[in-house]
Every structure is written in structure tokens, then in C-alpha cells.
């Protein structure tokens, strides 16, 4: 009963993680760079790129030193715009539970070219952004990831809980929404 209670704690299991799409302007099209995950979660699903936080590193820290790892691009952390926070609630083949806190951010401004370490991302691409490779990501992130790219969200914040069962192959429930933005994050 003990290790079960354990395993329903999410504070003892919670990560903290970073999520981070470039954009771009082409011509008069708006498009975001993606790749496909090789390990963990969401393998060979489509996504920006990102990962967990460190001891003492803040979220926008997190991004920039992920963002360089997976991509090869390099951002400064005034350039990362802050567009929400998404909280994925996992579970592993034993059943016990896991969340991932995901701070996401949004960079139209970088250096470098764009270099994919085959053992994080592999098959970086740009996407129009009301083109996204949908079939081809996390059921999870078809939810949210079109959203941020429709409208002006200058004044809100997503926030959302995603619920999956079993090595993240099937969505149990979500809450996904935009609130008033209240501040930033570091």
C-alpha cells in the first residue's frame, strides 16, 4: 500500500523540461523547425526542441543550452518568448506515475545552422505553421503546439494538463486553455 501511495505522489516524481520552437518568416509564410525525437518519449514524433532542467538551472537556461545541444542554433535568453506551461502526466509499463512540467518558448531570433544530433533529433524540417506534420506528433501536443501559432497571445499564457496512459500511446484526458498572462518566467 506504501509504494503504492508512492507511486500515485507526482511530487516525488515530477521533471521540469523546456520545449522551445524557432520561427521563421518566409516571404509572407510563417513556418517552425521540427524533428523527430530518437529517445524516450515520443519517439520519431515531431517536436521542437528541448529537455529537463538541471539542479539550479532556470527555465530559459534549460532552453537555450537544449536548444544548442539538439539543434546546433544558439539564442540568447531575451530572445525566448515565454508562451505557457504544460504539465504531461505519464505512466510507465509498471504503472507507477511520472509528470513532466514543460515551460515552452517561442524564438524568431538565433545564430548558427541548424545541425541535429543524431542521438536526441534526427530529420530537422521547417513547417508552415498551418501546414504542421500533425499525423506524425505526440497525440498530446496535436492539442496545443497549432495553438500557439494562431493569433496574437501577447496578453495570455497556455496552460494545460495532458493525461496518457501506458508509455504515452494513448491521450486518457486533457485541459488545454489560454489564461491571462500574470508575468514571465526566468
Not at 494562431?150 to 504515452?168: A, C, P, T, V
Request: charge should be positive.
Amino acid at each position: 500500500m506504501n509504494e503504492e501511495r508512492n507511486n500515485m505522489d507526482l511530487t516525488k516524481n515530477k521533471i521540469d523540461a523546456t520545449l522551445v520552437f524557432a520561427v521563421k518568416n518566409d516571404g509572407n509564410q510563417r513556418k517552425v523547425l521540427l524533428a523527430q525525437k530518437v529517445r524516450k518519449l515520443i519517439v520519431n514524433c515531431f517536436n521542437g526542441f528541448g529537455g529537463s532542467l538541471n539542479k539550479k538551472e532556470t527555465p530559459r537556461v534549460c532552453a537555450i543550452r537544449e536548444l544548442k545541444a539538439e539543434s546546433g542554433l544558439t539564442a540568447m535568453k531575451k530572445d525566448l518568448e515565454f508562451v505557457g506551461v504544460v504539465t504531461f502526466h505519464n505512466q510507465r509499463k509498471d504503472h507507477s506515475q511520472f509528470s513532466v512540467r514543460v515551460f515552452i518558448f517561442t524564438l524568431s531570433k538565433w545564430r548558427g545552422k541548424v545541425k541535429t544530433k543524431e542521438d536526441e533529433m534526427k530529420n530537422p524540417k521547417w513547417f508552415k505553421t498551418y501546414r504542421l506534420p500533425l499525423k506524425r506528433m505526440a497525440p498530446g501536443d496535436k492539442l496545443f503546439v497549432p495553438q500557439i501559432f494562431i493569433g496574437d497571445h501577447s496578453k495570455e499564457l497556455l496552460h494545460g494538463d495532458i493525461w496518457y496512459s501506458r508509455n504515452q500511446k494513448k491521450l486518457l484526458r486533457y485541459v488545454v486553455k489560454w489564461v491571462a498572462r500574470t508575468g514571465d518566467i526566468n
